[in-house]
């Protein structure tokens, strides 16, 4: 964006809005509960407002730094309602977590298809290298000699990413983004395991996914779809999101999940 179109950009957002509406959870409520075009409305033009102010420099008022601070907590009550419990602890956890590492439930990765078919695939890979008499521990799913195997390709093709997610050329597990709960906490993730095998011959395994809290720049282009109530879906700029690191609103954070299986050869 060159100089003109940044100052035309602030000038417009100053023109545009002269107060800030409080109690975003009320009017995200008034969507979900009565279908209000007006509460939608209100929220969208508050957020496309602060998002024109980020983005061409423009300071932020206290104001406007506590609706955004409220509006990831109405995030959390929305993910706590619609189910997606883990994606709403990871949104207020990024204004109020002072950018402490958390760890978080399992299940929403462990009933993914994409994480139980690398799981499945990576098994595989470690049981080779025990024919083999090479070390299988730790291994991690962007690893060169995982990726070289015909297990791990065939999760990168012939795949339908909707229903069954995809292993990405780095490792990165890709979820399935028919799932919204996993989609919403986690889109894309490396896994790892660590395995160690007893005198028995069974394995024991004990499986991670670490991930970093964070959002893409405005130059990035990204945005997030929220919906709040059937054909209500609010627009959040992951460049506003991302911004609130630069205003002392919200941290960048690290989080993990973690589970275990005992398995046989």
């Known amino acids: 964006m060159g100089i003109e179109k940044i100052a035309t950009a602030s000038n417009k957002c100053l023109e545009d809005r002269d107060n800030i509406p409080g109690a975003p959870l009320w009017q995200m409520g008034k969507v979900r509960l009565l279908q209000s075009q007006a509460s939608f409305d209100l929220i969208q033009n508050t957020v496309d407002y602060l998002a024109c102010k980020g983005q061409s420099g423009r300071p932020f008022t206290d104001d406007e730094k506590e609706f955004m601070t409220e509006l990831f907590e109405a995030l959390w009550w929305g993910g706590t309602i619609r189910g997606y419990a883990e994606a709403a602890r990871l949104a207020d956890h990024y204004v109020n977590g002072r950018g402490q590492s958390i760890k978080i439930g399992s299940t929403v990765y462990q009933t993914s298809v994409i994480v139980k078919d690398t799981m499945i695939a990576l098994k595989a890979y470690i049981k080779e290298q025990v024919t083999k008499k090479r070390s299988f521990t730790p291994l991690k799913s962007s690893d060169a000699g995982f990726l070289q195997t015909a297990q791990a390709r065939s999760l990168q093709h012939g795949r339908n990413f909707q229903s069954k997610g995809r292993l990405l050329p780095n490792g990165c597990l890709l979820a399935e983004q028919s799932n919204q709960r996993l989609k919403n906490t986690d889109n894309r993730f490396f896994l790892s395991v660590s395995t160690v ?68 050869k």
């Open 197 to 264: 095998r007893n005198a028995n011959g069974l394995f024991f395994s004990t499986w991670k996914v670490e991930s970093l809290y964070d959002f893409e720049p405005f130059s990035a282009g990204h945005v997030t779809n929220i919906p709040l109530a059937d054909g209500f879906v609010l627009k959040l700029p992951d460049g506003l999101s991302q911004h609130l690191t630069t205003i002392g609103v919200a941290q960048d954070f690290a989080y993990a999940a973690t589970w275990t299986e005992w398995w046989e």
